[in-house]
């Protein structure tokens, strides 16, 4: 065992004295032993105390700063987007020309034009999901292009006063340019001798809610008239805009004020309304009386349905939740997609649930998923020449998909790192080819993986894997 010598004040004086018999001899030198003894340093020459970090020499002090101080953590500048196209906004629909042809160039001049890398895959409803990764700019305008390019556009105008046409555009068109970054639209102001006050804009439905809304937001703040707000949760706007904003639509109409509640698509609570003050003020009283009664009025109810299920309880364009509202005065709140969550909420008035609740599970279960099992070296009889039996299938019912099942071989000892950290490798082959794997536990010893999903998806994730 090792041990530590301290040394004391009263040690280095014993030590001290403990020399100056030692020293006699310098006396025959000429130097006495008193003046040998001055000589000697004392225990605070030899040893002088560490100063006060208050009393610390400036240089030590930024010395001790530079140690001390916290270093800046370094962010990677590399970020990862995935965007959903919906089959039925999808510009190339034809799945034998997936990864080729048309849609294969058109993101590999993406690729070039933005710096960005893209990476499809084919949902199992025929959607188109797209992983886009880059640096924030690049990526952002990669975004743009695959909405104008791979995405069938709409359209819409907005009306807003003339002269607030400038403020839109911003300082050298940089307001408009960021504008249609931030929303994958594109804006079309009239030019300023034009006398029309509308504005077109072009792009996906979600595109279009979060455009016009940004330019009504620009108007409100530049018109000279009364402008208002009022932050309302944001679960009770169904209950002010209605049932296909029909509701919105009628108290503008009787109160002349223009109102502008924000898309569900858009993350923000604040209601804005403009227009005669007299006019703002009477629709400030009606909406803010509809928010109170069903704050008041209205209760929730939590129910659990299968995840894959919620789009057909959402409808097309949202339409089927537009519909229960309207029959049923029921909002009903879905978990984001990206979400893990299967609760759905029903919101509204007691007596009004139950109705609503059987509408919900009535949509969730009108479609199934059914699956046939045959030997592979059937499906190309299955499929026919070129495809031709698959699609007369389809077209006799066209919401009939195929799924292919596969195995892979893969020893077991390299299972874990196709698992990776947390499950990330193996929930990443999932998401990004929409299928469904199973990895087989230790205590079966099996080096087969099975995979599940449709045949570009199959195709995909064997690849990932291997």
Same mark, same amino acid.
């Given at each position: 065992?090792?041990?530590?010598?301290?040394?004391?004040?009263?040690?280095?004086?014993?030590?001290?004295?403990?020399?100056? =018999?030692?020293? &006699?001899?310098?006396? *025959?030198?000429?130097?006495?032993?008193?003046?040998?003894?001055?000589?000697?340093?004392?225990?605070?020459?030899?040893?002088?105390?560490?100063?006060?970090?208050?009393?610390?020499?400036?240089?030590?002090?930024?010395?001790?700063?530079?140690?001390?101080?916290? !270093?800046?953590?370094?962010?990677?500048?590399?970020?990862?987007?995935?965007?959903?196209?919906?089959?039925?906004?999808?510009?190339?629909?034809?799945?034998?020309?997936?990864?080729?042809?048309?849609?294969?160039?058109?993101?590999?001049?993406?690729?070039?034009?933005?710096?960005?890398? +893209?990476?499809?895959?084919?949902?199992?409803?025929?959607?188109?999901? !797209?992983?886009?990764?880059?640096?924030?700019?690049?990526?952002?305008?990669?975004?743009?292009?695959?909405?104008?390019?791979?995405?069938?556009?709409?359209?819409?105008?907005?009306?807003?006063?003339?002269?607030?046409?400038?403020?839109? $555009?911003?300082?050298?068109?940089?307001? +408009?340019?960021?504008?249609?970054?931030?929303?994958?639209?594109? !804006?079309?102001?009239?030019?300023?001798?034009?006398?029309?006050?509308?504005?077109?804009?072009?792009?996906?439905?979600?595109?279009?809610?979060?455009? /016009?809304?940004?330019?009504?937001?620009?108007?409100?703040?530049?018109?000279?008239?009364?402008?208002?707000?009022?932050?309302?949760?944001?679960?009770?706007? =169904?209950?002010?805009?209605?049932?296909?904003?029909?509701?919105?639509?009628?108290?503008?109409?009787?109160?002349?004020?223009?109102?502008?509640?924000?898309?569900?698509?858009?993350?923000?609570?604040?209601?804005?309304?403009?227009?005669?003050?007299?006019?703002?003020?009477?629709?400030?009283?009606?909406?803010?009386?509809?928010?109170?009664? /069903?704050?008041?009025?209205?209760?929730?109810?939590?129910?659990?349905?299968?995840?894959?299920?919620?789009?057909?309880?959402?409808?097309?364009?949202?339409?089927? +939740?537009?519909?229960?509202?309207?029959?049923?005065?029921? &909002?009903?709140?879905?978990?984001?997609?990206?979400?893990?969550?299967?609760?759905? $909420?029903?919101?509204?008035?007691?007596?009004?649930?139950?109705?609503?609740?059987?509408? *919900?599970?009535?949509?969730?279960?009108?479609?199934?998923?059914?699956?046939?099992?045959?030997?592979?070296?059937?499906?190309?009889?299955?499929?026919?020449?070129?495809?031709?039996?698959?699609?007369?299938?389809?077209?006799?019912? =066209?919401?009939?998909?195929?799924?292919?099942?596969?195995? $892979?071989?893969?020893?077991?000892?390299?299972?874990?790192?196709?698992?990776?950290?947390?499950?990330?490798?193996?929930?990443?082959?999932?998401?990004?080819?929409?299928?469904?794997?199973?990895?087989?536990?230790?205590?079966?010893?099996?080096?087969?993986?099975?995979?599940?999903?449709?045949?570009?998806?199959?195709?995909?994730?064997?690849?990932?894997?291997?």
């Amino acid at each position: 065992m090792s041990s530590v010598a301290v040394l004391t004040q009263e040690i280095f004086n014993e030590h001290r004295s403990g020399l100056l =018999p030692e020293q &006699s001899n310098a006396a *025959v030198a000429g130097t006495s032993v008193g003046e040998e003894e001055d000589a000697l340093p004392t225990y605070k020459e030899a040893f002088p105390p560490l100063p006060e970090k208050a009393a610390s020499p400036e240089g030590t002090q930024e010395t001790a700063n530079a140690w001390t101080s916290k !270093i800046r953590s370094l962010k990677s500048s590399i970020i990862t987007q995935v965007f959903h196209v919906p089959l039925e906004e999808r510009k190339y629909k034809d799945i034998s020309q997936f990864g080729e042809g048309d849609q294969a160039k058109v993101c590999v001049d993406i690729m070039q034009k933005t710096g960005a890398h +893209l990476e499809l895959s084919l949902a199992k409803d025929q959607g188109l999901s !797209i992983m886009v990764s880059g640096k924030m700019d690049a990526v952002m305008k990669a975004r743009k292009e695959i909405v104008s390019r791979l995405q069938t556009q709409a359209s819409t105008t907005v009306a807003i006063p003339k002269e607030h046409h400038r403020f839109v $555009i911003g300082k050298n068109g940089e307001k +408009l340019q960021e504008l249609e970054l931030k929303t994958a639209t594109k !804006i079309q102001i009239p030019r300023p001798d034009d006398p029309s006050n509308q504005i077109k804009i072009s792009g996906t439905k979600e595109g279009l809610e979060k455009a /016009k809304h940004e330019i009504l937001l620009i108007s409100a703040e530049q018109d000279k008239r009364a402008v208002e707000r009022v932050n309302i949760d944001k679960v009770y706007h =169904p209950f002010i805009t209605g049932a296909y904003n029909k509701l919105v639509g009628e108290l503008m109409q009787e109160t002349g004020a223009r109102i502008n509640v924000p898309p569900p698509s858009v993350n923000k609570t604040e209601v804005v309304i403009t227009g005669e003050k007299e006019q703002v003020a009477l629709a400030m009283v009606m909406i803010k009386k509809i928010f109170e009664e /069903k704050k008041k009025n209205t209760t929730t109810i939590a129910v659990e349905v299968k995840k894959s299920q919620h789009k057909y309880v959402i409808g097309p364009k949202g339409n089927t +939740l537009q519909e229960i509202l309207d029959k049923t005065g029921v &909002s009903v709140e879905i978990p984001p997609s990206d979400s893990s969550s299967e609760t759905i $909420i029903l919101r509204g008035e007691p007596d009004r649930l139950g109705q609503a609740l059987t509408e *919900v599970y009535a949509k969730a279960n009108s479609y199934t998923i059914g699956m046939v099992s045959a030997p592979s070296w059937l499906h190309r009889f299955i499929i026919g020449k070129k495809g031709q039996n698959l699609a007369k299938i389809t077209q006799q019912m =066209p919401k009939i998909s195929r799924m292919d099942y596969t195995e $892979i071989t893969v020893d077991p000892k390299f299972h874990r790192h196709l698992i990776g950290k947390g499950g990330v490798n193996i929930n990443r082959i999932k998401e990004l080819h929409k299928v469904t794997v199973r990895i087989p536990p230790d205590n079966e010893k099996s080096n087969l993986i099975p995979y599940r999903g449709g045949p570009p998806g199959c195709a995909g994730s064997k690849e990932g894997a291997a």
